[in-house]
């Protein structure tokens, strides 16, 4: 109890640091607001340096509230826009592409090399040396039409 009558501008923004690197080491978006909160607190305890504990901990509960929820709405759901949109979904590269029929496609399955690997692959009864485009991925399996 002594302890948040003592609180001092640098407590708040130490703390408002903090949250920051936390923010910088382990990316949400809440920490970041939580600390510029906590800055806001020490700066207006800094302007009005007899400012009650009871009220820091209100505005610092304010902002951090309202800065949270606007971040959230800003940002809500909006899909992330990046070079490699396919990165962990490896065989949607492939769609659109076309590959030679390694291994005959026998009752709708064979093989296809694709640069440094080997694909299962479906579709129509194709003897080797076919050529064939990927139209489709179904887990580790490529969906393939002749070309």
């Keep these: ?20 690197i936390v923010e910088m080491l382990a990316p949400t978006g ?21 400012m009650n504990w009871k009220l820091q901990m209100l505005i610092f509960a304010v902002i951090s509230i ?4 606007l971040y959230k709405k800003l940002t809500g759901n909006k899909p992330q826009i990046t070079d490699s949109p396919d990165l962990n979904r490896r065989g949607e590269r492939y769609i659109g ?4 029929i390694e291994e005959p496609i026998v009752n709708g399955v064979g093989k296809i090399k694709v640069d440094d690997s080997t694909w299962r ?27």
Excluded: C, N, Y
Aim: proline share 4%.
């Design 1 to 20: 109890m002594d302890l948040l009558l003592q609180l001092l501008p640098w407590h708040w923004w130490v703390v408002g640091f903090l949250l920051i």
């Design 30 to 50: 809440h920490a970041l607001w939580l600390g510029v909160a906590a800055l806001v607190v020490g700066s207006l305890l800094w302007l009005f340096p007899g």
């Design 66 to 69: 309202v800065s949270v929820l």
């Design 97 to 100: 592409r076309v590959f030679t």
């Design 121 to 147: 692959v479906r579709g129509a009864d194709q003897p080797a040396g076919t050529t064939v485009m990927v139209t489709a991925v179904e887990g580790s399996t490529l969906q393939v039409e002749s070309k």
